[in-house]
């Protein structure tokens, strides 16, 4: 009697209390961690729930119907993560991704967008907000997401062949509806529009070449093609380093369809080497997060559906933003938690993979990517 019981899913992650200073100077737009990189970058994720079960991302057999997501009381509201995303744009954020899981699966996921998009930089600028998608649903949400405020989207899609995108969405879903995602995101003005393939070295990698020429036909300059190296994120997927296929060799097979120049990067801290096809039809992307990694000059934050704030993608341990949000905390506390937080920040996973000195993490586990987005 008098018992307060937690949801068994809030416990999944271990998280940190984030420490309130007591004499914390107010956000001034300019913070910087141990390394010297700035705060630009906040991922929201929206739901832990998605309606695809990729091997690389939410393996069906971990994932099953038996597996129990975050209960609704635990996921951030509208109005929180509205809240959150307002201090860490006084930090110094320009740009706000909403990811998942599968973000379009949140209820009114609008109303958050048309908040999200009222907010200003400290420059008094619109912040760049854009979202991530598997794209399922977004033929018939597209002119809605796009009235609500969203300027940009990014378009999951790792194979064109519809049997190969069929076995690595694992439930059955076909490709036509995505590319009629796409379409819809264009024609309602969601562009430039991203499309990200995860690359798996002996499961899609055939797919590098027919994708790469179905976005230069039909969509020229209007669509970027990213390639993502299959990453060690979470602890579900079975990664193995001889399923990646570094960028390099991508590069070397889309050389096949034309003549490609190096282009520079559209802005710091950048996650994608960019190039152009020579003859005007856009351009294409790497993301090497596994054979060269950036994390000198990463500056992203990612908070997690239920308030969990993590400094790396790699991480095991988030730092408990909801306590403050629902303990009565002011907005200039949890400002000075924010920017105490992100000022003792040195995570540099990737680098030290690549250099063989990753720490091992014992007895826990790294978080997963449907829990706080790529």
């Not at 999944?12 to 914390?24: I, K, M, Q, T």
């Not at 910087?32 to 994720?45: E, F, H």
């Not at 306590?323 to 990737?350: F, K, M, N, P, Q």
């Not at 014992?362 to 997963?368: A, D, P």
Request: glycine fraction near 8%.
């Amino acid at each position: 009697m008098g018992e307060t019981f937690i949801p068994l899913a809030d416990l999944r992650y271990a998280a940190a209390p984030l420490h309130v200073p007591a004499d914390a100077a107010a956000p001034t737009g300019l913070i910087a961690d141990r390394l010297g990189r700035p705060l630009r970058d906040l991922r929201i994720s929206v739901t832990d729930r998605c309606n695809f079960r990729c091997s690389y991302c939410m393996p069906k057999e971990v994932f099953d119907r038996h597996y129990t997501f975050l209960p609704q009381s635990s996921l951030l509201s509208f109005e929180e993560i509205t809240r959150v995303a307002r201090l860490f744009v006084a930090h110094g954020v320009h740009k706000l991704r909403l990811t998942g899981g599968e973000p379009l699966l949140r209820k009114n996921l609008e109303v958050l967008i048309g908040q999200l998009a009222a907010l200003r930089t400290t420059d008094g600028e619109p912040l760049d907000l854009t979202l991530t998608t598997n794209g399922s649903v977004l033929e018939r949400k597209a002119e809605a997401l796009k009235a609500a405020g969203l300027q940009r989207i990014t378009v999951s899609l790792d194979a064109l062949d519809d049997a190969t995108f069929r076995r690595m969405n694992d439930v059955d879903f076909p490709v036509a509806d995505v590319l009629r995602g796409i379409d819809a995101a264009l024609a309602a003005g969601l562009a430039p529009l991203k499309i990200n393939m995860v690359v798996k070295r002996g499961t899609n990698d055939h797919e590098i070449v027919p994708l790469s020429s179905h976005v230069r036909e039909r969509y020229g300059p209007s669509v970027v093609l990213r390639f993502i190296e299959y990453m060690d994120v979470g602890s579900t997927n079975g990664w193995r380093m001889d399923e990646v296929l570094p960028s390099a060799e991508v590069l070397q097979r889309l050389r096949a369809l034309g003549p490609l120049d190096a282009a520079d990067a559209a802005a710091p801290g950048e996650t994608a080497e960019r190039w152009r096809w020579r003859d005007g039809a856009g351009e294409i992307g790497l993301i090497s997060s596994v054979t060269r990694a950036f994390c000198s000059d990463c500056n992203r934050a990612r908070l997690s559906t239920e308030g969990k704030l993590f400094l790396c993608l790699f991480a095991s341990r988030g730092h408990d933003l909801r306590s403050l949000l629902r303990g009565g905390r002011t907005d200039d506390e949890i400002a000075a938690a924010i920017g105490h937080v992100w000022r003792d920040r040195d995570d540099r996973y990737s680098e030290l993979r690549s250099a063989q000195q990753a720490p091992a993490v014992s007895g826990e586990r790294r978080v997963e990517m449907h829990y706080i987005g790529g």
